[in-house]
């Protein structure tokens, strides 16, 4: 059974940074499309940034363009995403993913962690 495991979530004041990182249990997520969406209270579960297998195809929402970046390392099996210019609706929990499909659909996705909380304070 694969498992993703997501780490660096907490507290962060409006305008700050978090930096979340998502590893693998096993290599066969090694070449699979990765992906970070979010979910708010009482709001449906939304793409926030995918990273293709090599990493030279990243896609982020029109929400969260220029503030964060996703990138992986396929030697170590992490992705990771830096959030910066923090606003108190990105407050979600962040899921990471991993799928044979890019897109951002969550259907394209085969694999879930269980997520960590963002909270950004104003």
């Known amino acids: 059974q694969v498992h993703l495991v997501e780490s660096g979530g907490g507290l962060v004041q409006t305008g700050g940074s978090l930096r979340l990182s998502c590893a693998t249990s096993t290599r066969t997520f090694s070449t699979y499309t990765k992906a970070w969406f979010r979910q708010a209270p009482g709001k449906e579960r939304e793409f926030v940034a995918a990273?293709?297998?090599?990493?030279?195809?990243?896609s982020y929402a029109d929400s969260v363009k220029g503030r964060f970046t996703i990138s992986r390392d396929n030697v170590k099996d992490t992705v990771t995403l830096q959030m910066g210019s923090l606003k108190p609706e990105d407050t979600a929990v962040y899921y990471c993913?991993?799928?044979?499909?890019?897109?951002?659909?969550?259907?394209?996705?085969?694999?879930w962690g269980q997520g960590t909380q963002v909270t950004v304070s104003s």
């Open positions: 990273i293709n297998w090599s990493g030279g195809i990243t």
């Open positions: 993913a991993a799928g044979h499909y890019y897109g951002s659909s969550w259907t394209s996705y085969d694999a």
